[in-house]
């Protein structure tokens, strides 16, 4: 009955965050409290204001090789806000105005479009809504989508009891990262995604077995969240 419910979990919150895409954008930061002041800036204005997007700027603590050291993050409750929203910032001065406030302290390193499939957990969990949380990134190249979510799922459900929050995300493109999907594990610090890694929790062992043969990890990162805005 607790793993039902849990399913039940997983597929009424799958739907409600079902085709919410998203851009990402990897930074090299100079003056991170300049960032948070151009961002401050445009939220700030009629642009800004007419926002559908959440908005969160996370800074990496482990990204491989990558220089990037800040990462932004835009979600869009629909694809159809996705295009207004960008639409509106293409002839928005703001926008113009934030682009260039935004050189003066950072350079873009990479640049990614992608899509939220499905969240295992509580959305209005301590850990998905804690200040300062942490994700943890599996950047992967997977040949069957279907069998992959199926196995996600089912790994994700026998964890629910134990607060694991975790998103799975298709990933249309993303610089020279050939990676299709992205599963990101949410934890409320980073000390506790350190000790709560995946391979400790329940049925870890057949969930590789199920995956082994159909995805390959193209990369890891972790970052923490500095601030994020939400739309009014």
């Known amino acids: 009955m607790k793993k039902l419910l849990s399913a039940f979990i997983i597929v009424l919150v799958s739907k409600q965050l079902f085709a919410q895409p998203f851009q990402t ?4 930061v100079t003056d991170p409290a300049g960032v948070v002041a151009a961002m401050n800036k445009l939220q700030a204005s009629p642009t800004g204001q007419q926002s559908t ?9 482990a990204n491989g090789e990558s220089l990037a050291t800040h990462q932004i993050l835009v979600v869009y409750p629909s694809s159809e806000e996705m295009d207004a929203n960008i ?18 302290v950072a350079t873009v390193e ?32 997977v040949s069957d989508p279907a069998a ?10 026998a964890n629910a009891g134990a607060g694991v929050v975790s998103y799975l995300s298709s990933v249309a493109a993303f610089g020279s990262n050939p990676s299709t999907h992205v599963v990101n594990n949410v ?27 159909i ?8 970052t923490t969240l500095v601030t994020s805005w939400l739309p009014e």
């Open 215 to 222: 995805r390959t990890i193209e990369g890891r990162a972790i």
């Open 53 to 61: 997007a959440r908005i969160f700027l996370n800074q990496y603590i």
């Open 25 to 28: 954008y990897d930074m090299i």
């Open 110 to 141: 990479a640049e990614g479009v992608g899509q939220i499939l499905a969240m295992g957990g509580d959305v209005d969990s301590p850990v998905a809504t804690a200040p300062g949380r942490t994700n943890v990134y599996f950047q992967m190249s």
């Open 87 to 104: 639409l509106r910032n293409a002839t928005s001065p703001d926008w113009a105005e934030f682009l260039a406030d935004m050189q003066e």
């Open 148 to 157: 992959y979510a199926s196995a996600w799922s089912d790994f994700t459900s």
């Open 187 to 213: 934890y409320s610090s980073i000390g506790e995604a350190v000790s709560n890694m995946p391979q400790n929790y329940e049925g870890w062992d057949a969930f590789s077995q199920r995956v082994r043969n």
